[in-house]
T-cell receptor, first 113, second 109 residues
Framework: IAGITQAPTSQILAAGRRMTLRCTQD?????MYWYRQDLGLGLRLIHY???????GKGEVPDGYSVSRANTDDFPLTLASAVPSQTSVYFC????????????FGPGTRLTVL | GQNIDQPTEMTATEGAIVQINCTYQ??????LFWYQQHAGEAPTFLSY??LDGLEEKGRFSSFLSRSKGYSYLLLKELQMKDSASYLC??????????WGAGTKLIIKP
């Protein structure tokens, strides 16, 4: 693995179903983030984790949950998917350097019908 | 509220120079980022400004004026591969990034 991987690449999901988007990084970054990107809108932060064992809510957390059991993995769960959760989801990580730029995974395109 | 404004779309000619503007109103300021995002791909980091002035990195430069809440990204010697969306983001007082909607740059031969 090099950088950040996300799975699945894309998914079509029936409304009401539970879904977990996976995110794994091998850069030993402390901080990880989940964003959604919708046409005409900027990236919006769903949840974040500053270090393993801690998580926080972002701008649009409702309907989503996360966990951070270790440094490398940061899964995002939709407990009961709704059509408004149709979006492209990006996972990112950063290393708390002075610049602290975020590195992004390739994204998961999710469609909820 | 927090707000990042940038033009929705710009068109430029191969070989030319283009300036993409970004204005912001945020609760606190801890740096401004520019990212490039090709269609269907992830954003990738281009530049970071935390102090006023110009940061130059090859064909790309980024400028910041904190007093005016303003930044621009300058792309020189445009190439077709520069066709992408350019995202402006500000790190706020909570150290979270607030993102603009992005500027789609179209390069014509």
């Amino acid at each position: 693995i090099a950088g950040i991987t996300q799975a699945p690449t894309s998914q079509i999901l029936a409304a009401g179903r539970r879904m977990t988007l996976r995110c794994t990084q091998d850069m030993r970054h402390n901080a990880m983030y989940w964003y959604r990107q919708d046409l005409g809108l900027g990236l919006r932060l769903i949840h974040y984790s500053n270090t393993a064992g801690t998580t926080g809510k972002g701008e649009v957390p409702d309907g989503y949950s996360v966990s951070r059991a270790n440094t490398d993995d940061f899964p995002l769960t939709l407990a009961s998917a709704v059509p408004s959760q149709t979006s492209v989801y990006f996972c990112a990580s950063s290393d708390s350097s002075s610049v602290d730029e975020q590195f992004f995974g390739p994204g998961t395109r999710l469609t909820v019908l | 509220g927090q707000n990042i404004d940038q033009p929705t779309e710009m068109t430029a000619t191969e070989g030319a120079i283009v300036q993409i503007n970004c204005t912001y109103q945020t609760s606190g300021f801890n740096g401004l980022f520019w990212y490039q995002q090709h269609a269907g791909e992830a954003p990738t980091f281009l530049s970071y400004n935390v102090l006023d002035g110009l940061e130059e990195k090859g064909r790309f430069s980024s400028f910041l004026s904190r007093s005016k809440g303003y930044s621009y990204l300058l792309l020189k010697e445009l190439q077709m591969k520069d066709s992408a969306s350019y995202l402006c983001a500000v790190r706020d007082s909570n150290y979270q990034l607030i993102w603009g909607a992005g500027t789609k740059l179209i390069i014509k031969p």
